[in-house]
């Protein structure tokens, strides 16, 4: 569920064309690798985890790793 909200969250991404970079897969896996531990961070926070799919570790690993891919773009954005 993880790694379906960090795509989600990159697929996202490249709709929006400010600050988009050239290539999509540094994207991509910086969108999956966000996601991952924001899913982490969400089993210690105790809703969801490794044995059971919960709800709100997905909307907490999709919006973790947005906020990401937004501040990744945030020094291109600067003219």
Not at 16 to 23: H, L, Q, V
Not at 63 to 68: H, P
């Amino acid at each position: 569920m993880w790694l379906t909200a960090g795509g989600a969250a990159a697929a996202a991404a490249r709709l929006i064309r400010a600050g988009r970079p050239p290539r999509w897969l540094g994207e991509l896996a910086l969108g999956l690798v966000a996601a991952v531990l924001f899913g982490v961070v969400a089993t210690a926070l105790d809703f969801g985890g490794w044995k059971e799919p919960d709800w709100r570790a997905g909307l907490f690993a999709l919006f973790g790793a947005s906020a990401i891919l937004g501040l990744a773009r945030l020094p291109r954005m600067r003219r």
